[in-house]
């Protein structure tokens, strides 16, 4: 209920009349002035009620009055009625009915009261009601009020004394409350502001409203007696302490700070009166140093006193707090005080307090920033952040440093202080084994036998203290061991997760400011505010390496997996934050810091000696004085989980992993993982200390690159607990999920990762040199996952993955290297090709050729296994992406194509493998332009000498492409004549000359042409079975397909494809071996006939030419519309010649044969006919046209006259027309007489005789070679009888003479010779006679100038007669003779030479 209600003012009234009535009646007998002043108060409260409606005003007007009694009856001094009138005029208090006259009055009564010692409980709580519920007591009034509260406050009643304090307190707040309520009320009212008063002994200012001026005064003299000074204001003070001033200064600054940052007259209080003030108290504290209890100071300094450096480390707190603003000189020092009370020198009491004081500073991290900006980032100014950093590190480091032999785990203990208790737990701690016993379980630091262990001080991000809350303790408290470590350690912590979340919280501002001003002005660039990033750079530069220092030392000494953690979790934020804000050196120095502790102690590891040796010269000082930095501790004291071996190039001991280095592997990889984006250069460290730890678990890539737990290869096995064992999995699915988060990586991050890798397997193929280790492949597995995850943007890794696994790992010595080098970069080709990229590879050539591209640069690399790889990865490719290659086919047949003879089979044959999936399957789907490029694959398996099966197929090959060019000529044509436009418009565009073989030939014949030139290769192939293999195929694909070209390529198939073959095979054939050859290989015997190379590449030649005159004679139309046809008549004919005058009889026997399939036709077979007998087709005999069929004696006498009748069908009628057109090509009679003069060359040179005895071994010429040879006249002549001569009759006698003349050989007589009982000729003879007979029939019905030959025939005959009697010499050659008796004929053999000579008496004499 309201005190102005009518109901409460009516019961006030009430109260007061009852009040005055117990008055009279306790001074009716004792005191009658204060009955009678009762009583005329009873009337005066009764009239005030009765004339006004507002009755507490008029109650407050007349308080003076109302009052007056209870005045009276307090001044009885009677406790009773001092009771009833203090609680009456409480009641009147508490309505606001005292005015500021009788509050005055009021104030003086209790004064008196607290002189004599009266109701001091009762007088404070009066003081409390008039202060708290009215406003009207101001300046001396006030002051009088505060001052008698302070008066009770030191009295000797321990209740009075405290509850004054109380009061006091309250008060004091009052004061204040007021002046924010005053300064509330006129806001916004604008006032000249006053100017700033210079001098300080003022009792009042005049500017300030009143209740600003209370405070003022009352905050002014409590400056004055804290400092032991007279108060200007609070006039009647007898007594006061430092501590209890400090309390209330404290409590002002902290509940009130906008009345100083508002009020310029408060700002000078606090600059020229506290901090002066503060820093003066502090002086003992400053000088004093702990020393040694022996050595005694000649002149004592004052010694600390806890209480009130206490509470002046509180108001120091306070003051930079909140008015750092105002105090940027003064918190300097300030801070720099904060920072010597944690040297070591100082009390452990004190150097507790001041780390709790830091402590608080460090959960503020705005105002940390303040300080960097202030002082460290100004020139010639304290480095105040760094300094409380680096302090912190040093006081954290001086803890772990015994300051003497005797109290190896109290450090800074005072001397007889409550170090022993602590001092036997600790030494009953550690021991050589490490922790033991109970202490184990307890979190603690332990470096070098200093045990510390480890309190929960405060909840993360608040700074709780304790002793700068003790304000009831007088003496220094004892300070238990570890305390000061666990603070330092949370103010570590608190400082970098601050620093931290604050940075990033504004760079994450930024970053969405910039996205939105980019979505704004996408055409323009974002440029962020330089200063708060110099800000953050210095802030980072300043504290990183104290923060290092002292977090490495307690990394390396915790023994508590939590602390541990927390320490981890620290680094590894200032390392992101480092790398966010670009500070290479700091982000690489924390990074080296948690990679030094995932490795066991004094590992070798080269990456991070160096980046050590580079830290190690940095500045570490505190004020400008250089700390030295401990080193960690090589002791161990954590639980071992594993034992492995080190990687390094020459076999060592073992090594030992801590699950301490397992925790920080942990972290490693979670930096990784998390923060790689910002890691930069810095992925050389964590991969390298990663690949380390890798290699000591023991874990081996699988497949697609990810680890998994392997045996080790060498040495002692790898030894894992069973935890560990647990963990590996783990582990190792947390590093494929880290390469696989790579593809979140910006561009050049994922550089820097994929180059860090590429030095880590250069290191590690470094190590694998001239040994037979097994080598780390960590590096190689994980640019392969690193690749797979990042397929979509795989053009940007590509030439740096690739390079390097293609130049170096797929060449390296160590076969185990190179077999993951090339597992590397064959899957990842296939990925990329089997990636469904945007565009499709079908649509983006470059891309596919880049994915491509290393597979062909495999076949550079001479190790067969890695040849192996590449093919099998060629087949699975051509299997799963064979219809989409595309503009990809060269370099895969590229790849099936680079094949060497120093291969083994198994690479030929896996890469035939291809190339037969090739042309069964894709013929249809790639380029036309390939297709040449598989005839030259094929070719090239055909002239490999690994496999001759593979030869022998691929020319089988090459029947099929052929078979499939015929099929698609058109579709083929088509697309080439595409191809070949567009390529001659890039050619004049460069002003060059298209360049491709068999130019200007059309491109589809082209393609033919190579395939003949291919064929034509392998036509000379060492191996006979290959020779005739390709000769059969080649003459019978031109057979087959050769309508298809145009005419002029028939030029180019005639000179530059079957001549250059014909002449190969000449010259191979005449430089042949005639060496034996025992066996074909493996027990292949070898027939007589080919058991010398000779004789294999006779076959060659016989096939050879065949198969080219055979062509002449099917494309004799075509051949001859070419304009040099004469020109290749004569070429082929000299052929003929040259293989006729072979010394082999199956070459010259053959050269014969396909010189009667050139001649011996009367109209050419198309070339739609199938080629056959030119002989059948003319109608001749086939005594005449099948000499070499005669293998046994001779054949029964035909009658001549049947002959000559055929002849002369042959020569008349029946002859065909030739086709329109072509009648000057049939009729050109040079082509004959040409044909002539070869046959008489021919016929010359083979039967002319050895000039002498001495030419016993002379070749020659075998019957059936000379039968064929006669055998070609008859129809040669049919096509120069015009123009046959005498002088050409007599050549032709000198070769029918020397025919018969040329005597048999013995090896042959039985199957040439006849029997006596038959009465045959010859063969040869046979011919001879039919040649005559030929001409006698041609000189009967022919013109008269013929009949001049009549008397050279019968000269001929009449010789042939004249052999039956004398039988002819051949040359100088001793023969003999043998006579038939029952038909008169006469055998002549030779019987040095083994020849016979033959005479037809019976024959020639019945002819004649």
Aim: aromatic share 8%; net charge negative.
């Amino acid at each position: 209920m309201s005190t102005s209600s009518p109901e409460a003012v009516k019961k006030l009234l009430e109260n007061m009349q009852t009040d005055l009535r117990s008055l009279s009646m306790e001074c009716k007998k004792k005191f009658p002035p204060v009955k009678e002043a009762a009583e005329s108060g009873i009337v005066k409260i009764k009239t005030i009620a009765a004339r006004n409606t507002d009755i507490l005003a008029a109650l407050k007007e007349n308080s003076s009055e109302v009052v007056q009694p209870f005045l009276m009856g307090c001044g009885t001094k009677e406790p009773k009625i001092t009771q009833l009138c203090l609680a009456a005029i409480q009641r009147l208090m508490s309505h606001e009915v005292v005015s500021e006259a009788a509050a005055g009055n009021i104030i003086n009564m209790l004064w008196q009261l607290m002189e004599n010692g009266l109701e001091e409980l009762k007088l404070l709580q009066t003081v409390l009601v008039l202060l708290t519920t009215n406003t009207v007591v101001h300046d001396e009034v006030l002051s009088k009020a505060i001052v008698l509260c302070f008066r009770l406050h030191f009295t000797k009643d321990n209740i009075t004394n405290n509850t004054a304090a109380a009061t006091v307190r309250q008060v004091v707040t009052v004061v204040f409350e007021r002046m924010v309520a005053e300064d509330e009320r006129f806001k916004g009212i604008v006032e000249q502001p006053p100017s700033v008063q210079g001098n300080t002994n003022r009792r009042s200012v005049s500017t300030l409203r009143p209740s600003a001026k209370d405070a003022y005064m009352l905050f002014q003299d409590l400056c004055q007696l804290v400092n032991a000074d007279a108060p200007y204001w609070l006039v009647g003070m007898t007594e006061m302490t430092r501590t209890f001033g400090l309390e209330l200064l404290e409590s002002v600054l902290n509940d009130f700070p906008g009345v100083f940052l508002q009020h310029q007259e408060f700002s000078f209080l606090l600059k020229e009166r506290v901090c002066p003030l503060v820093i003066k108290l502090f002086s003992p504290n400053i000088k004093f140093r702990q020393g040694s209890s022996s050595a005694a100071s000649p002149a004592p300094v004052e010694k600390p006193y806890f209480p009130i450096c206490m509470r002046l480390l509180r108001v120091v707190s306070v003051l930079i707090k909140h008015f750092y603003s105002l105090l940027v000189t003064e918190c300097e020092i300030f801070l720099s005080l904060l920072v010597k009370f944690l040297d070591g020198e100082k009390p452990q009491w004190l150097r507790a307090v001041a780390v709790e004081s830091v402590h608080r500073l460090c959960v503020q991290p705005h105002l940390l920033r303040s300080f960097c900006q202030s002082y460290d980032m100004k020139q010639h100014s304290t480095k105040v952040f760094r300094d409380i950093v680096n302090a912190l590190g040093s006081f954290i480091q001086s803890l772990f440093i015994v300051p003497n032999a005797g109290n190896p785990a109290v450090v800074g203990a005072p001397a007889g202080g409550s170090g022993s208790g602590a001092q036997g737990a600790a030494q009953g701690g550690p021991g050589t084994g490490g922790v033991s016993g109970i202490l184990i379980s307890q979190a603690a630091f332990e470096y070098r036998g200093t045990w510390i262990p480890l309190m929960t001080v405060s909840v993360q991000g608040s700074a709780k203290a304790t002793y700068l809350e003790m304000l009831d303790k007088v003496e220094p408290p004892s300070i238990p061991e570890g305390y000061a470590m666990s603070v330092a350690f949370s103010a570590l912590l608190d400082l970098v997760r601050g620093i931290t979340s604050m940075i990033e919280r504004e760079l994450a501002v930024e970053e969405e400011a910039a996205a939105e001003f980019r979505e704004t002005h996408p055409d323009q660039g974002w440029q962020p505010q330089p200063g708060a990033h110099l800000v953050w750079e210095e802030m980072v530069s300043a504290c990183w390496c104290g923060l290092l220092a002292a977090l490495s030392l307690l990394l390396d000494a915790s023994t508590d997996e939590t602390a541990t953690e927390n320490i981890l979790k620290a680094e590894l934020t200032m390392a992101s934050l480092c790398g966010r804000l670009g500070l290479v050196t700091p982000r690489d120095a924390f990074i080296t810091a948690i990679c030094k502790a995932s490795l066991p102690p004094h590992y070798a590891l080269t990456v991070l000696s160096s980046n050590a040796a580079n830290l190690s010269g940095k500045a570490y000082s505190i004020q400008g004085h250089s700390v030295q930095i401990i080193s960690p501790s090589s002791e161990s004291h954590q639980q071992v989980v594993a034992v492995g071996q080190p990687l390094t190039s020459q076999p060592q001991g073992t090594v030992v992993l801590t699950a301490k280095n397992i925790q920080c592997m942990r972290t490693l990889l979670n930096l990784a993982h998390c923060h790689g984006a910002v890691l930069g250069t810095s992925w050389q460290l964590v991969l390298a200390t990663l690949q380390h730890l890798v290699w000591i678990l023991g874990l081996k890539p699988g497949v697609g690159g990810a680890l998994k737990p392997g045996r080790a290869v060498e040495g002692p096995s790898t030894v894992l607990t069973t935890a560990v064992m647990t963990d590996l999995p783990i582990i190792a699915n947390i590093l494929s999920r880290l390469f696989e988060s790579s593809q979140y990586l910006d561009d050049v991050s994922l550089h820097h990762l994929i180059n860090a890798l590429c030095s880590l397997s250069l290191e590690a193929m470094e190590m694998a040199y001239g040994n037979n280790k097994e080598p780390s492949l960590f590096a190689v597995a994980k640019l392969l996952e690193t690749g797979l995850v990042n397929m979509d943007r795989i053009e940007i890794l590509w030439r740096p993955l690739t390079g390097h696994l293609l130049e170096k790992v797929c060449q390296h010595p160590n076969s185990r290297m190179r077999e993951w080098g090339a597992e590397a970069l064959t899957a990842l080709i296939k990925a990329g090709l089997a990636y469904k990229h945007d565009p499709p590879l079908a649509q983006n050539q470059r891309l596919q050729l880049l994915l491509l591209n290393p597979l062909k640069e495999l076949s550079n690399v001479l190790h067969a296994d890695i040849r192996q790889k590449q093919l099998e990865s060629v087949l699975q490719i051509l299997q799963s992406q064979g219809d989409s290659l595309g503009p990809g086919w060269p370099l895969v047949l590229g790849v099936i194509g680079a094949i060497r003879n120093d291969q083994g089979e198994s690479l030929i044959r896996t890469a035939f493998q291809c190339l037969q999936l090739v042309v069964t399957d894709f013929l249809p789907t790639m380029p036309c332009t390939c297709l040449q490029i598989v005839v030259d694959v094929a070719g090239s398996f055909g002239l490999q000498n690994q496999e001759l099966n593979i030869s022998l197929t691929s020319i089988g090959l090459l029947w099929n492409i052929s078979d499939y060019f015929f099929q698609r000529g058109e579709a083929i044509t088509q697309e080439l004549e595409r191809e070949e436009e567009a390529l001659q418009k890039q050619a004049q565009e460069k002003g060059e000359t298209l360049n491709r073989p068999f130019h200007p030939a059309p491109p589809f014949d082209c393609l033919w042409l190579c395939l003949y030139a291919k064929l034509g290769e392998l036509c000379v192939d060492p191996r006979p079975a290959v020779r005739k293999s390709a000769g059969q195929t080649l003459f019978s694909t031109i057979a087959a397909h050769g309508t298809l070209l145009q005419q002029p390529t028939w030029h180019v198939v005639v000179w530059k494809v079957l001549f250059h073959l014909l002449d190969c095979v000449r010259t191979s054939s005449t430089t042949a071996d005639k060496e034996k050859i025992e066996s074909g290989g493996g027990n292949i015997l070898i027939h007589h006939s080919r058991d010398t190379a000779e004789k294999q590449w006779a076959e060659t030649w016989v096939l050879t030419l065949a198969g080219v005159a055979r062509i002449f004679n099917t494309r004799r139309y075509l051949l001859q519309q070419l304009g040099d046809f004469f020109e290749a008549w004569e070429v082929l004919l000299n052929h003929i010649q040259s293989a006729a005058l072979s010394k082999n009889n199956e070459v010259s026997l053959a050269a014969l044969k396909s010189f009667q399939e050139i001649l011996q036709i009367g109209t050419p077979v198309k070339d739609s006919d199938k080629a056959g007998d030119a002989f059948a087709v003319m109608g001749v005999p086939p005594v005449l046209i099948d000499p070499l069929s005669a293998s046994g004696p001779g054949r029964p006498l035909v009658r001549s006259d049947s002959l000559v009748e055929r002849l002369t069908r042959y020569n008349g009628a029946e002859l065909q027309a030739p086709p329109p057109g072509e009648e000057s090509a049939l009729e050109d009679c040079a082509l004959w007489w040409s044909a002539w003069n070869t046959w008489y060359r021919t016929g010359t040179d083979s039967t002319r005789p050895p000039s002498g005895p001495a030419e016993k071994f002379s070749f020659i010429p075998s019957q059936p070679f000379l039968t064929a040879l006669i055998q070609i006249f008859p129809a040669l002549y049919q096509h120069i009888k015009a123009n046959f001569s005498m002088e050409d009759l007599k050549k032709l006698g000198v070769i029918l003479h020397g025919a018969v003349s040329v005597p048999i050989s013995s090896d042959a007589s039985p199957f040439i010779l006849p029997s006596f009982t038959e009465a045959v000729l010859t063969s040869l003879q046979e011919a001879v006679l039919t040649s005559l007979d030929v001409l006698q029939k041609a000189i009967c019905v022919g013109p008269e100038n013929l009949q001049v030959m009549y008397p050279a025939i019968f000269e001929q005959l009449l010789l042939f007669v004249e052999f039956s009697c004398k039988p002819p010499q051949y040359g100088r050659m001793e023969t003999k003779h043998v006579a038939n008796a029952k038909y008169n004929q006469i055998q002549l053999f030779a019987p040095v030479s083994s020849v016979i000579s033959l005479s037809p008496l019976y024959s020639f004499t019945k002819l004649c």
